[in-house]
């Protein structure tokens, strides 16, 4: 079983819906949590970190995190054609800080 | 700001050959991370270099290898390249213990024939 699991996709949606896009891990000493947009053929861009569970918001994206279900998401409302890419979830574990990535979920808004 | 810059953009090499990539980090910046990302697959840790020592290293072979400059510019080396090195080579910088908030850059895609 790998630390982190991300179902690849793609995930096909029509521009304007609610995007749910989710990771499961194994290791319960992970502390902090990020999404990563990675466009095709450019490397990754940080959209947010947290150290906590709850949600955490930022514009058109929130992200949750649940630890004791050890899962997190990250919620795209009012989806656009811009946001299609591959979104990586990556975790860490205190006192490290290198992150462990998932596979990533391809994400297909059409207009 | 330049950002993190990865040099060349696209290689292909031959199985045995060697294979040298360098990375700029961004300005301020002065650790840098080295990742490996096959098709399909979410970035793998190879090492990561502070003061122009390697601080850490993931699972990967003495094959890869790495150097950082004084100025913070950093390269990775790969010798008797395999097939199952193709991937997209990523360079990601940060400020010391902020490795939360690394900027990556946008990569080296190799292919070994």
């Known amino acids: 079983q790998k630390e982190v699991e991300q179902d690849p996709g793609p995930l096909s949606v029509p521009e304007g819906a609610i995007v749910s896009l989710n990771c499961t891990y194994s290791?319960?000493?992970?502390?902090?949590f990020m999404w990563y947009r990675q466009y095709s053929r450019k490397g990754p861009e940080l959209l947010m970190y947290t150290y906590s569970s709850g949600n955490k918001e930022d514009g058109r994206f929130t992200a949750q995190v649940d630890k004791s279900s050890k899962y997190i998401s990250l919620f795209i409302r009012d989806s656009q054609p811009s946001d299609s890419a591959t979104y990586l979830c990556a975790m860490g574990a205190g006192g490290s800080y290198i992150p462990t990535f998932g596979r990533g979920t391809s994400l297909i808004v059409h207009p | 700001d330049a950002g993190v810059t990865q040099s060349p953009t696209h290689l292909i090499k031959t199985r045995g050959q060697q294979v040298t990539l360098r990375c700029s980090p961004k300005?301020?910046?002065?650790?840098v991370s080295w990742y490996q990302q096959a098709l399909g697959q979410g970035p793998q840790f190879i090492f990561q270099?502070?003061?122009?020592?390697?601080?850490q290293r993931g699972n990967f072979p003495d094959r890869f290898s790495g150097h950082q400059f004084p100025n913070y510019s950093s390269e990775l080396n790969v010798n008797a390249l395999l097939l199952g090195d193709s991937a997209l080579y990523l360079c990601?910088?940060?400020?010391?213990?902020?490795?939360?908030?690394?900027?990556f850059g946008q990569g080296t895609r190799l292919t070994v024939v």
């Open positions: 270099y502070y003061e122009e020592e390697e601080r």
């Open positions: 300005s301020g910046h002065d650790t």
């Open positions: 290791n319960s000493a992970f502390q902090y």
């Open positions: 990601a910088s940060s400020f010391p213990g902020t490795d939360t908030e690394a900027f």
